[in-house]
């Protein structure tokens, strides 16, 4: 994974099409420009970062869904809060 220093719009666009063609494909962490943050909290609340993944390394995590963290009483008692 990869958290670049960019504005908001090329973490979510730029860097994700450029992972898709890379070799290892990395995963981008995004939503940290001011700018973007200050514009997109109004909308959405505080707290938010974004995650981008290539095609085919969302289907490769989709494949290890079972067993993973996303079943455990932890995440489980998160995800009902909202």
């Known amino acids: 994974m990869i958290v670049p ?3 908001g719009c090329q973490t979510l ?10 070799e ?5 962490l995004g939503l940290t ?6 514009a997109v909290c109004r909308q959405l609340g ?6 981008t ?4 390394m969302f289907d490769e995590l ?6 993973s963290f996303l079943e455990r009483p932890t995440w489980q008692s998160l995800v009902s809060r909202k």
């Open 5 to 7: 220093y960019a504005a």
């Open 53 to 56: 993944v290539p095609l085919h």
């Open 24 to 28: 290892p494909q990395r995963a981008v």
């Open 33 to 38: 420009d001011l700018s973007a943050r200050a």
């Open 13 to 22: 666009g730029i860097y994700p099409y450029r992972e898709a063609e890379a």
């Open 62 to 67: 989709e494949k290890n869904v079972d067993g």
């Open 46 to 51: 505080d707290g938010f970062l974004t995650f």
